[in-house]
């Protein structure tokens, strides 16, 4: 609809109340409700209806849009971050423009939150009579889209970097693979071998790392670390630096650095210009000497669950050259621990508690080997069938957390409860391994702060919702892969890398990326110029233009959140949606209410 | 702004048609041919076929539509929405199962670039030859829909429910989606929130259908304003060409009768998770109201591991699973809180043998479920028996365990007991196998190509698992094992847009594709 | 509690916020005397989950625990075990169901100040011929001296050395002379709630009324409780072996004399493990002219408990196996240490008994840090 033409008109408002079952309508009288809304000026229709969001409600809007000529819709009902473009999708079949459509939440902010009906049922009035005031003023706003650059960033060279840049490349797109160290391979290079098959991990890296070397393509940047991240999805610059340290020999695969070879001097970045990008910068392990109490650093006969798999890898686990013949693991070191600060569990340990204690058992027969636990966390595909033949290849599972270990002697003590027998006891070991847990990395602060990640209470990555959109950020067009966002395991990365990999993929291979409409906007005659705007917005969105004077904004780094709008002392810039005239509607329909 | 929320037109002109306004209602589905290629769709741009639309299908195929490849979503049930529909909240942040998840089901509907096909079966799938990896040769699987006669002209029903009304079968019919703890009509809708909003005559259960007769007239067809019923209606076989194909199908229950000892189908207050589930849930039967036998419970006991963790020795001991289900540790949590929620004053026990609340925020809610004094207790229980003479109904249930932390055996009486019985592989597992030519792991899931590295891929190519299918999960990581099958099926379409298209002729349809859900 | 010492379990579950107890066993597997006695805290919580009622009474192993607070220190979902077993002691009290060496403490706290019962007036006996100034007169730092180092002859050296090492530094220091009463951190800890209670008003007020900045005391117990459990907001409380690191860095203590010692220090429970006080006591040492320092295996957060808090001072308690203080002076003394170096009175008291009975007194001396500051003082 033209927007002239729109804003001529006289509002005719159709407004919905639903009941959503009885979420809403338990609370709230509906009926009353609606009846109260057809007295409202500039409401032509009112309805309520049992599910809005359901196929026939929405029937029910895009019908009396056609046949009442209907050039407003409120919608009454749930917040509108469940279903408000759902309503506006509705509107939109029907060829309204989806911005004149309002939502009055009546539920989290009504229905669910009182229980005396009577008042519930006055204050669903107030919002629809406050909402249906601002629908008045509602005006069509443009729908843009952005092109998108052909290309993703993955930040980290571990697995889960590794399996998201093959299906983002294999899609036939470029992608730029920054690793921080001079090798590919993450933490994963430094494992012996993965439950439950008990297959070598070189064996399953060497071809990955291959691929990726090999893949047309992919281009690897070692020895390399982002240092900027400008602009916004689709249209990403991403500025990568190689490390200060000088090798003659730059590690193969990555690009020379810009301005001639490294030689010490100047370190040159490059820039890259990206639709998508995928943070995979892992995890880091926890420290024991944290617990002090477990004399991990005080005796040579405590060490943690990746020097055991070092030692694995390298085929002897002895201690100060003779073979132990009493081996123990203690599992949850640094996790499930609130005393500490990690009260979450790090998924993985009990699966490799399972795999060393079998793998020592295997190695030494004539061993006693011993896992202390408080649960036993065996729940992927094949795990609890492995932690059954772990018991059945003879070692033993007893419940009681470690707690401390002191020296006796050529061996330590395990002090600690048995508790299924109800008995504390002394554990002599030659060799005690530690289940260390994982934490989130402590050397991605810049990081978060360039590309602006929130973290979640256990300091990893927070995704957008932790059910439906476990690899999608607060940030558009930057996913999580892998560790990053909390612990797992390989299965786990590995289908997570792929999955932010599908959400990279899809602007990419739309080759654009819708930009939010309710944007800010400035009107040139009233703009003095003053910056100030430039100065309070956190995205960067307004920029002066130099030959006029004045400030424009960026529609598509513009979030709309209003602090320009609020702040401009000459009144120049209006939030569209959201706009003074709008607002101010709203109000007075509340305060006369 | 969610990408999949609304498009615009420049980007649905460049894939599918889509409906002019005006032209909301199909052509009538009925009286076609046996067999019909379906029109355009999925003829500018490779399509992917998705096998089941619970969560799973539903999050790979709106991710492959989102990127501008149609997609037909194929689901058995008359709704889409699987599983998921029938939670009440989920873990760890007690979302409301349905207001998160009927966005999406929503969006699933109306997408332009998605076809859906709800009340449909695959039934014959042919691969493509040559294989999908040869150079440049168009391969597309063959795929034939069997799409059911819902009995319902599905241009005409407004979904408003007076049929069901009005069936002379009202509230004589088990409902599935309540776990048969509520009846419905012959003609539904599964539930309220149902994409498509369409209902559908149960041919077990309609009088007519099943018997020849029902009555002197059709109750339901005199209610129905839009004279939308027809019981002329005939199933239609549809063929569809498709690129990539994406096994959804999820997963069953193990039916708690096989662990007798538990006295499931013999005492009305043992229930399973899933119908402690339809009992908690406020559009459920009781609406939200936790009562049995007409009484609120006052100790409420939860039984894990019911047939998961099993090793016996017996090669087919038919209620032992070797494996852990995987969620039923953090349902159990969850069920634990939703009675304290609605009981304040309930006594709530939960026997354990471990406590596997491993994931992102489940150890936290298992902290803060304990500390609403939810007693877990550990020791796997033996049995469930009635305290008092036999017969006696008004003996309360005994559920008797060893405490092995206190170390002697218990008798904790309850008036509700809840199992969390194992999740198994669909019954029909050994058929879509065969159908599709997949493989199946020892547990009976669908087997992944590499267990560590590709979790997706199958022994087929163009073929990817996502979901429950494949294995025990819980929705975070369904709906990233989703997202990493269409990552998987990405790659094999848009490898396949780049390739020649034949020229086949096709019949031309009076289907107008994408947008409508039917 | 009913008549038959039946304690109904539900108040005091809530109250201590039992249920996060995830039954791992850390507490139990730490507890020091859990291998000695009956005492099993994490079956105890585990009873008060599951029980609705528990007969105290049937736990005289209650009084076993010394309250080292290494359950507190070890659980990973910040329960406090320790809370338990100070709340049933609590019950037994209340009812009067208390060991007679216990219960005599007790009477003697509230009637002279003192868990001996010796009379208040002799509170200050210690500090005949040494002229220490009245804290009340006002002064920069109340030196609370407590009641075994009041008391007990072989403590009072220590408190002597520390006046004349307060004294060297030219510290504005005082004490409260007979008016100090018992700090009550052991009172808390054997049950009495309400004794406490008035120990700390009473204390607390006198304390306050002085208007020092600064509050030091020689006995870690008296330090803890003052620290953590009195409200003393804007005083600041500490242990002398953190004043006198304090004072010998500033270079206002001058040791001069050579101790030419080998020396091993013993971490008390309530300095080390409950206030993660290490190593200020250690940088003491490590400033003594010609004094070598060693460390036993459980130093620091492992150091074995003496024996000696808990009220275990007075207690009999149902185990009589050998002391924790037993094992505790072997161990110093396979370092090859001469002296085992203390912090607390508690610890001087226990092990150097064990030292005695041991018949170890020919090599192993034991001395609190004080002394051996003394000596250096020349």
Known sequence: MRKDWVMEAEPRIGVYICHCGVNIAANVDVEQVAQFAATLPGVVVSRNYLYMCSDPGQGLIQQDIQQHGLNRVVVASCSPRMHEPTFRGAAQQVGMNPYLVEMANIREQCSWVHSNREQATEKAKALVASTVAKAAQLEPLEEREVGVTPGAVVIGGGIAGMCAALDVADAGFPVYLVEQSDRLGGRLKDLNCTFPTLEPVAGLLGPLIERIQNHPQVTVFLDSRVTGVEGYVGNFEVQVTPALTPDPSPPPHSPPPAGGQGGGEVVQSTNIEVGSIIVATGYDVFDPHRKPELGYGQYANVITSLEMEQRLLEGSVAVDGRQPERVAFIKCVGSRDVQIGNPYCSRVCCMVTAKQARLVRELLPESDVTVFFMDVRTFGKGAEEFYDEARGKGVLYRRGNVSEIYRRGERVVLAGEDTLQGRSFEFEADLVVLAVGMEARSDVGELSTLLKLPRSADGFFLELHPKLRPVDTAVNGVFLAGCCQGPKDIVDTVAQAKAAAASALIPLIRGTVPAESATAVVEPELCAGCGMCVEVCPFGAPALDPLWGVSRINYVLCKGCGTCAVTCPSKAIRLQHFTASQILAQVDALVEW | MEVGGWRSNEMRNSCTTFPKAGSLREGPASRVPPSRKLGAFGKVRPAALVIGGGIAGIQAALDIADAGFPVYLVEREPSVGGRMAQLDKTFPTLDCSACILTPKMVDVGRHPNIELMTYSEVVAVTPPSPPLTGGGERGRFRVQVRRKPRYVDVSKCTGCGSCAAACRMKGRVLNRFDEGIAKRSAIYVPFPQAVPLKYTVDPTACLYLSRGTCGKTFLCKDACAAGAIDFEQQEEMVDLEVGAIIVATGFDLLDARLKPEFGYGVYPEVMTGMEFERLSSASGPTMGKIAVNGKEPKDVVFIKCVGSRERRREQAAPGSVPYCSRVCCMYTAKHAHLVRDKLPDARITVFYMDVRAFGKGYEEFYDRVKHERVMYRRGEPSEVYRRGERGDQGGRLVVLAEDTMLGKPVEVEADLVVLANAVVPRTDMADVAGLLGLERSPDGFFQEAHPKLRPVDTCVDGIFLAGCCQGPKDIPDTVAHAKAAAASALGVLVRHSSSTHSSSTHSSSTHSPGGRPT | ?378
């Not at chain 3, 800890?189 to 007020?205: C, Q, S, T």
């Not at chain 3, 091993?264 to 993660?276: E, I, S």
């Not at chain 3, 150091?303 to 007075?314: K, N, V």
């Not at chain 3, 030292?355 to 007194?361: A, I």
């Open chain 3, 1 to 378: 509690m009913t008549s038959q010492g039946l304690l109904k379990t539900e108040a005091m579950v809530e109250q201590l916020e039992l249920m996060g107890c995830i039954q791992c066993g850390k507490c139990t597997g730490g507890c020091p005397v859990a291998r000695k006695t009956e005492l099993n805290i994490r079956s105890l919580i585990y009873q008060m989950l599951v029980e609705p009622e528990l007969d105290v009474d049937t736990h005289p192993e209650l009084w076993d625990c010394t309250c080292c607070f290494t359950c507190v220190e070890r659980c990973p979902k910040d329960v406090r075990p320790a809370d338990l077993i100070i709340g049933l002691r609590g019950q037994l009290v209340e009812s009067g169901r208390v060991p007679d060496t216990i219960g005599d403490a007790l009477m003697g706290i509230f009637r002279q100040g003192n868990p001996t019962g010796i009379a208040r007036e002799d509170r200050a006996a210690w500090a005949k011929g040494m002229e220490i100034k009245a804290a009340q007169e006002g002064c920069e730092v109340l030196f609370f001296v407590g009641c075994t180092p009041a008391y007990d002859p072989r403590v009072q050296g220590v408190t002597r050395a520390l006046v004349r090492a307060f004294a060297a530094a030219g510290l504005d220091f005082g004490t409260l002379g007979t008016e100090e009463s018992c700090c009550g951190n052991e009172v808390r800890r054997m049950g009495e709630a309400g004794l406490f209670e008035m120990l700390v008003e009473e204390n607390g007020e006198l304390i306050r009324s002085v208007g020092a900045s600064r509050l030091v005391a020689p006995s870690p117990h008296c330090f803890n409780t003052f620290k953590n459990e009195y409200n003393l907001d804007g005083i600041q409380v500490l242990h002398y072996t953190q004043l006198v690191a304090e004072l010998i860095e500033q270079g206002r203590l001058k040791l001069t004399q050579e101790v030419k010692k080998t020396v091993t220090y013993h971490d008390p429970c309530f300095l080390g493990k409950q206030n993660h006080i290490f190593d200020e006591p250690r940088a003491v040492l490590k400033a003594i002219p010609g004094l070598k320092l060693v460390e036993m295996d459980r130093s620091r957060e492992r150091s074995l408990c003496c024996e000696g808090g808990g009220g275990r001072m007075w207690a009999e308690g149902t185990n009589l196996q050998e002391r924790l203080a037993f094992q505790r002076v072997r161990e110093a003394a396979e370092t090859g240490a001469e002296i085992l170096a203390v912090a607390c009175p508690f610890c001087l008291l226990t092990l150097e008994d064990a030292v005695k009975v041991q018949g170890l007194d020919h090599s192993l001396q034991v001395m609190d840090i004080m002394e051996l500051v003394d000596l250096a003082l020349g």
